[in-house]
């Protein structure tokens, strides 16, 4: 498959990246890229020789949100019935791990793209936005629902009403990102994680996630019975036969990802 807004490559066994690559806009997100990018999070969903899926845009700019131009001649009506952003939830659907490499800028709908990934990876020049309020909007793509339950109310209002960024540093401190690192090693840092990820037995992998996003979106009980059913299911995988007798032999288990 080939692309023309973003660059994509198996860079360690197991991993899928996926490189936003619009410069000249800060990477800022159209309709043309997001299409490429959910396209190309599918296409790596359905590889099995990929286990976990990298996401990330250049040391100067994640994704400085969605495209402004293009939005500009855009009315409500189009917005609801026809804009790509009525299919981000597409993201959402990706059964394997997505770690986001965040460096720069990470604003707006590049903010809510990043806090959609599974985890996050910094460098110390991130910084995470939520502007859509400075040219008469607001934040469509989740920003109001998922960062606010990571950094909570009060600061989540005062980034999205009064246009403050969180560093680096500070989205660490909030658990919304995993790890900070120089910029001139946080992308191959997030690689060398995604790769640890990826000798993991695949459908625990996939499993694990699924679990873990049911978290924001069922009750204690609802959430503790559906992962009950996930830990039972795994008892049905070769992995799990594989992984147990190989503990057992103390011998390294040979996942066969099924
Ligand atoms: N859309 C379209 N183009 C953008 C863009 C965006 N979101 N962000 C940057 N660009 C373009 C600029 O227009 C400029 O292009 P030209 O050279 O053709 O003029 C180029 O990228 C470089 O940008 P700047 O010259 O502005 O770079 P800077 O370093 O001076 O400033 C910045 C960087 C602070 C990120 C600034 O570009 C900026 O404020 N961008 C807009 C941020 C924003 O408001 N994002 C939210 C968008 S709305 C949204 O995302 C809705 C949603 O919830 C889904």
């Known amino acids: 498959m080939s692309y023309e807004t973003i660059l994509t490559e198996t860079p360690a066994p197991g991993v899928g990246l996926i490189r936003l690559n619009r410069p000249q806009a800060l990477n800022a997100l159209n309709s043309q890229m997001s299409g490429e990018i959910f396209t190309a999070m599918q296409a790596f969903d359905s590889d099995p020789g990929v286990k976990c899926i990298v996401l990330t845009g250049s040391d100067k700019a994640f994704a400085a949100g969605a495209d402004i131009k293009e939005m500009e001649a855009t009315d409500a009506v189009t917005m609801m019935t026809g804009h790509d952003f009525t299919d981000w939830a597409r993201m959402t659907r990706i059964r394997k791990p997505i770690i986001g490499a965040v460096s720069g800028w990470a604003l707006g709908g590049g903010c809510e793209m990043a806090m959609m990934c599974d985890m996050l990876v910094a460098s110390e020049t991130a910084k995470f936005g939520q502007p859509e309020i400075t040219i008469g909007i607001m934040p469509g793509a989740g920003g109001t629902q998922r960062l606010t339950r990571a950094v909570g109310k009060a600061l989540a209002m005062e980034v999205m009403l009064?246009?403050?960024?969180?560093?680096?540093?500070?989205?660490?401190?909030?658990?919304?990102?995993?790890?900070?690192?120089?910029?001139?090693?946080?992308?191959?840092?997030?690689i060398k994680l995604a790769e640890k990820i990826a000798t993991m037995p695949g459908v625990a992998i996939q499993l694990i996630k699924d679990a873990v996003n049911r978290a924001y979106e069922l009750s204690l009980s609802e959430g503790l019975t559906y992962e009950k059913r996930n830990f039972y299911l795994l008892f049905g995988t070769e992995d799990k036969a594989e992984g147990m007798k190989a503990f057992v032999d103390k011998r390294k288990a040979e996942w066969k990802d099924r």
Request: aromatic share 10%; proline share 3%.
């Open 162 to 190: 009064a246009n403050r960024h969180l560093t680096a540093q500070e989205a660490l401190h909030y658990g919304l990102v995993n790890r900070v690192y120089p910029v001139e090693s946080y992308l191959s840092e997030t």
